[in-house]
């Protein structure tokens, strides 16, 4: 990242925290920051990888629940076998969109499966989650997957961009949406230059891979640059890059975070807590297995 001050065009530049989930699986973790808790509807933001399972290694993250929000695991590369409380099964791959509302409350697990396990595998990928509206916080949870050919694609000089969800550059993801919001997977070539949709209050562009330049200054990957709001800066690459561009309306209102629950109310939370404690939240068919409360 540049030593010097950020461009006028930024309000905040973060960088990754490195966070073990477990048996040396590590993320890089970028939302929620300290002097940013969300942008737009994005209120957590984990870049998974790139990492090299050996040959009997895997993902296992065991059933855990949510509320007041919706994922999307997003992947470059690799796979996550998603199953959950509602009884879906769905092998998650590259350029899909697997997009579960917690709502009032859902279980899930992401795990590798065992022929992929057997034969040692890749894993490299952005993980999501975006707080629901007030009004919306307790609907009912759902799963819907999205193919990526069922996604818009978007191609300009030196880019291809692939819609993930909401509304850009004249196209719309089908996957739902709850606010105004966009979310682009951006391969860019050796010299592109990269537009960001600004129809959009909060705005945020992250480097997963290569590097760019914003307004002249020099960011790797790994960052985030949270742009000031009605600027139109100059992003460039030099080599080619891999870069995720979000944002949307602001949020109706704060949404506190602990754990896997987000909700504006921390009695929902406290609920939440008391619920997955005391065996109230739904199982995961075919998993005896789960993650404990964590405590304090």
């Known amino acids: 990242m540049s030593e010097t001050l950020p461009p006028e065009s930024v309000d905040l530049v973060i960088a990754p925290r490195t966070r073990d989930l477990g ?14 808790r969300h942008v737009g509807p994005f209120v957590f933001f984990d870049h998974m990888g790139p990492v090299r399972f050996e040959k009997g290694q895997g993902l296992d ?3 855990h629940p949510h509320i007041g929000l919706a994922t999307v695991t997003y992947l470059f590369e690799g796979e996550i076998m998603h199953r959950d409380s509602l009884g879906v099964v769905q092998p998650i791959r590259p350029g899909d969109v697997n997009w579960m509302v917690a709502g009032r409350g859902i279980v899930h697990s992401e795990r590798t499966r065992d022929a992929l396990r057997a034969e040692g595998t890749a894993l490299h ?8 509206p007030r009004d919306r916080e307790e609907a009912e949870p759902g799963f819907r ?40 997977d951006v391969e860019a070539t050796a010299g592109a230059t990269i537009a960001m949709p600004d129809e959009y209050e909060e705005r945020a562009i992250y480097v997963a891979t290569g590097a760019i330049e914003l307004d002249g200054a020099a960011y790797e990957a790994g960052t985030m640059l949270v742009l000031k709001p009605g600027r139109r800066p100059k992003i460039a690459t030099a080599g080619g890059a891999r870069v995720m561009l979000l944002g949307g309306a602001p949020l ?22 008391d619920d997955w404690k005391s065996g109230r ?13 964590p405590e304090g």
Do not use: C
């Open 125 to 132: 990928g952005i993980q999501s989650w975006l707080a629901l």
């Open 252 to 273: 109706d209102g704060e949404r506190h975070l602990w754990w896997n629950f987000v909700s504006s109310s921390k009695d929902r939370i406290e609920q939440a807590k």
């Open 61 to 63: 993250v065991r059933p």
């Open 281 to 293: 939240f739904g199982p995961v068919p075919g998993e005896t297995e789960f993650i404990p409360l």
């Open 145 to 184: 997957h999205h193919p990526g050919r069922s996604l818009p694609e978007i191609e300009k000089p030196g880019l291809r961009m692939r819609l993930i969800a909401g509304k850009a550059f004249g196209a719309e993801s089908p996957a739902e949406t709850f606010a105004p919001m966009f979310y682009l």
């Open 23 to 36: 048996e040396g699986f590590m993320v890089r973790r970028i939302l929620p920051f300290a002097k940013r």
